[in-house]
């Protein structure tokens, strides 16, 4: 055997396999094919090889392998030979007939590969099952114990089959459990649903009593009629539209009914601007009733409301039924409706502080309530009792945000800022047991300090400022030294190091380090390679000597899928970050710490008792 066709078989076949292309290069193909030719020993060895590729857990790879192994088994009787006695394992790797070893990503080359390996081994059989009993028997139990038909497009064996259809009704199984657990939900959830619905068209009606006047409620509560008429001018409007109705039944009662509103005849037109809004004012008597329908609003529209929508979405992905579908929404437009009629409604709050006008010190804090109103009840009463926060008036904007918005202390200097004349500290007495009445002098003594200390606001810097007393003394081209003041390392010559009156390093350590990492600099970047000089050999002779970087990373040579890009799920990622072992450490490190800890304790409270 020659050494450089061997090289070359090498070569041929690992460009063939490796291309990544879903059909073979035909020139290359043909070298391969034209050098077992020459012998069997070529033959032996180009199988070998594909063996190899064939095993690799890359699709693609055996794809393009099993193409070329196609191509000489049609050919060559050793090559049928050699096959035949690994015809198991072959089979195993492009048949997938062993599900412990499925065939690797990706998977659409992966189906191509079973597809392909099918329809070939079928036109082996026909071809060579006379001269190779192995093919036969191999077809026949694939026929008889995989049931596979192939005939077929979809070559799949009964055990593949039977994978599918487990699949299948696993699925069904999940899609049903979730059904289920949403009906269950449905089920406990919908009375409330329609409980709270129901309290809030009551609280609704008790906070607008003209609903017989204007006709809000007529024959259904949260019906589209609110918006249009629940309004002051709704009575003219609805006189309008019955006078309309009754117009073809009797032209004198029209006429008689229009003129009442001041019109003339049917064809003069007058459009009323309706004030959408119904507005109260909250007060004591409906003051409670007002907090229930503020609390049933926010349970229907933050909880009910995005429960029915994960409902709704989940009943959608597992495909349920459309009486469920269609009950649910009935139900979400419910809430949408109810909802929309209700803002309707517009009410005038009173403030906390004109609610109780006595002025006591206990703050009553009422079971639930938000953290906002809390500290601005709270930052009220300070205010009111002249604490050192300054009573700020609320600001007159329109901005609502900015009106709830809590006010928060500051300190005294920042207060007389601009005025620290102003500023007035609290006296305080002596505690002399020799008179009662303290002197004048003594305050003052006793306050000046005080002063400093309410006027003075000092930040301290914590650390000693140390200057920079060294250069880095680098030699430059230049011949001088290089004069930047960096306290450890200069960003264009490293590490500052002592030096000599030249530049050279004082210390010889120093400068062995220094030399050799100006040697790998020269490797990286070589002298012939200096830019000025190639472009003076570039300008005289024309030739572009310059080396190129080859590019970072490994040449890309073929199209072959990435499979580890392929296998980046989100499960994989998060998976690679938590089971880390950095990870993994520190939580045990964490858990340690607070067993000790426990411990520690439980002995502290046994010791502690023993001796009590
Ligand atoms: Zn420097």
């Known amino acids: 055997m020659d050494a450089s066709k061997c090289k070359m078989l090498a070569d041929l076949c690992?460009?063939?396999?490796?291309s990544g292309e879903p059909q073979l290069n035909q020139f290359k193909l043909k070298d391969l094919k034209r050098i077992c030719r020459l012998s069997d020993q070529y033959v032996c060895q180009c199988f070998e090889l594909l063996w190899s590729q064939l095993k690799r857990e890359h699709a693609e790879i055996r794809l393009s392998t099993f193409q070329v192994i196609d191509e000489l088994f049609r050919r060559s009787h050793k090559f049928r030979e050699l096959l035949l006695d690994n015809f198991q394992t072959y089979l195993e790797l492009t048949l997938e007939i062993n599900l412990d070893f499925p065939l690797p990503l990706p998977k659409k080359a992966a189906e191509t590969l079973k597809n392909s390996a099918y329809q070939a081994l079928r036109k082996w059989h026909e071809t060579y099952s006379t001269g190779y009993r192995k093919l036969s028997l191999a077809y026949n139990y694939l026929r008889t114990c995989h049931q596979v038909d192939f005939n077929k497009a979809d070559h799949m064996s009964a055990l593949q089959r039977q994978r599918e259809q487990e699949a299948k009704l696993k699925l069904e199984a999940q899609q049903k459990k979730s059904i289920d657990s949403v009906?269950?939900?449905?089920?406990?959830?919908?009375?409330?649903?329609?409980?709270?619905a129901?309290?809030?068209?009551?609280?609704?009606?008790?906070?607008?009593?003209?609903?017989?006047?204007?006709?809000?409620?007529?024959?259904?509560?949260?019906?589209?009629?609110?918006t249009s008429h629940a309004t002051d001018a709704g009575g003219v409007d609805k006189s309008v539209s019955r006078s309309s109705q009754s117009a073809e039944s009797s032209e004198e009662t029209v006429g008689d009914e229009m003129q009442q509103h001041g019109l003339l005849n049917r064809n003069s037109n007058i459009n009323i601007e309706l004030n959408q809004h119904r507005t109260i004012t909250e007060c004591e008597d409906n003051t409670d009733v007002i907090h229930n329908f503020d609390e049933l609003k926010v349970l229907l529209k933050m909880k009910y409301f995005p429960m029915v929508i994960g409902w709704l979405a989940k009943l959608q992905k597992n495909g349920a039924g459309q009486g469920l579908m269609s009950r649910l929404i009935d139900l979400k437009q419910m809430i949408q409706r109810s909802l929309k009629d209700l803002d309707v409604l517009v009410i005038h709050r009173i403030r906390d502080d004109d609610m109780d006008s006595d002025d006591d010190d206990l703050i009553e804090v009422p079971e639930e309530v938000d953290e906002v109103t809390f500290?601005?009840?709270?930052?009220?009463?300070?205010?009111?009792?002249?604490?050192?926060?300054?009573?700020?008036?609320?600001?007159?904007?329109?901005?609502?945000?900015?009106?709830?918005?809590?006010?928060?202390?500051?300190?005294l200097d920042l207060k007389y800022w601009e005025n620290p004349e102003e500023l007035t500290v609290p006296e305080i007495l002596p505690n002399d047991l020799s008179s009662f009445v303290p002197t004048k002098e003594i305050c003052f003594s006793a306050n000046s300090g005080l002063l400093d200390l309410y006027s003075s606001r000092k930040i301290e810097f914590s650390g000693k400022f140390v200057p920079v007393k060294w250069t880095c003394r680098a030699p430059l081209p230049t011949g001088q030294l290089c004069p930047r003041m960096d306290r450890v390392k200069c960003p264009f010559h490293g590490r500052i190091v002592a030096r000599d009156g030249r530049g050279k390093?004082?210390?010889?350590a120093d400068a062995e380090k220094l030399k050799k990492i100006m040697e790998?600099?020269?490797?990286?970047?070589?002298?012939?390679?200096?830019?000025?000089?190639?472009?003076?050999?570039?300008?005289?002779t024309g030739v572009n000597l310059k080396v190129e970087r080859p590019p970072r990373g490994r040449p890309q040579r073929s199209k072959l899928t990435n499979i580890n890009k392929v296998n980046k799920t989100a499960r994989n990622r998060l998976e690679s970050k938590v089971l880390s072992r950095r990870a993994i450490k520190r939580v045990a490190c964490a858990l340690n710490t607070l067993e000790n800890k426990k411990l520690k304790d439980k002995f502290c409270h046994s010791f502690s008792s023993t001796f009590s």
């Open 14 to 18: 690992d460009d063939l396999t490796t």
């Open 183 to 196: 009906i269950g939900q449905i089920n406990e959830h919908e009375q409330d649903i329609k409980d709270v």
């Open 198 to 226: 129901s309290q809030l068209r009551t609280c609704f009606k008790l906070l607008i009593p003209s609903q017989d006047v204007f006709d809000v409620f007529d024959d259904q509560l949260f019906s589209s009629r609110v």
């Open 375 to 411: 500290f601005k009840s709270r930052l009220g009463m300070t205010g009111k009792r002249g604490d050192i926060s300054p009573n700020l008036e609320q600001p007159s904007t329109s901005n609502p945000l900015l009106q709830s918005a809590p006010v928060l202390d500051f300190g």
């Open 505 to 508: 390093p004082a210390n010889p």
């Open 520 to 540: 790998k600099q020269s490797q990286a970047n070589p002298e012939w390679q200096d830019p000025a000089l190639l472009a003076d050999i570039k300008a005289q």
